[in-house]
DNA sequence: ATTATAATGCGACTAAGTTGCATTAAAGTT
DNA sequence: AACTTTAATGCAACTTAGTCGCATTATAAT
């Protein structure tokens, strides 16, 4: 696959949005993007370390740098694991308690908290499958 | 501190809400209730820690019968921690990614997720502090 | 007072995430 | 194309949350 060549928005591809935030563009970085951009729902480090090559902690540091360059964003789901997640329009995610499944919320939750900036939603109960299921 | 005596709600206090479950009433369970009911905000296994002489293995085991009974809930900040209050009715924590600090939100957030049971909603961002304070 | 059972403490363990340091690779310069 | 600077990597060691097995102890009922 010619991941790297994917057209993401306004014309960028990976090495375009690397560059443009003056970091190197690595191996490691080109695996690393490429997975997220995949991905239909965020991952976990779990999910995503059998997939690539790099050390442990060349994922972490990647991760820090690209969530300070607002590349990926993450947030803390119920299974103790951070999920990661190409930065899109700031979107709620659905954790599910039972099936621990994370879904992007689609629906516009519109809610003013005066004073406060809302960056991230998080909403844990049960799923639509859970919930039809559910005693 | 004559802690055990404090009324909750319809009368009852750590003894009856203990016993109620068919749980022995043992004095890591005292210590550990006593303190979630005098917190004003949720507290992490760090934040708690240092007033307690049970053991981490204890505590965490209590933690999850707790929550089991539903007479504590839990939910993950973004400082990879988790956080624990008494269950009360469920309401919104606010997480603020500047300051770390936890906030229960008392403003009904209101919308509609069809299908979905929410049980649980956390927010992140900026807190009306450091909103205010943000360049 | 006795006893059954649940809860505790201890130690060992797992897994996420971090840090220091020596080595290597990227991107600009001559 | 070789040279150089600086950032990124791999490795190993570490920290901390959370879990588990097991022997011991405390609770609550008889």
Chains 1, 2 share one sequence.
Not at 91 to 114: A, G, Q
């Amino acid at each position: 696959m010619q991941l790297s060549r994917i057209i993401i928005g306004d014309g960028l591809n990976i090495e375009n949005i690397v560059k443009k935030k003056n970091l190197k563009l690595t191996s490691a970085r080109r695996e690393l993007l490429e997975i997220l951009f995949y991905a239909k729902n965020p991952l976990s480090y779990e999910d995503i370390k059998e997939n690539i090559v790099m050390d442990k902690a060349t994922f972490y540091r990647n991760i820090i740098k690209f969530e300070e360059e607002n590349i990926i964003n993450s947030f803390e789901s119920n299974d103790k694991k951070r999920y990661f997640e190409i930065f899109q329009q700031p979107h709620p995610h659905f954790v599910c308690s039972r099936c621990h499944n994370i879904e992007c919320i689609k629906e516009r939750l519109d809610f003013n908290l005066e004073g406060y900036l809302v960056e991230n939603i998080i909403l844990k109960g049960l799923c639509k499958v859970c919930n039809k299921t559910s005693i």
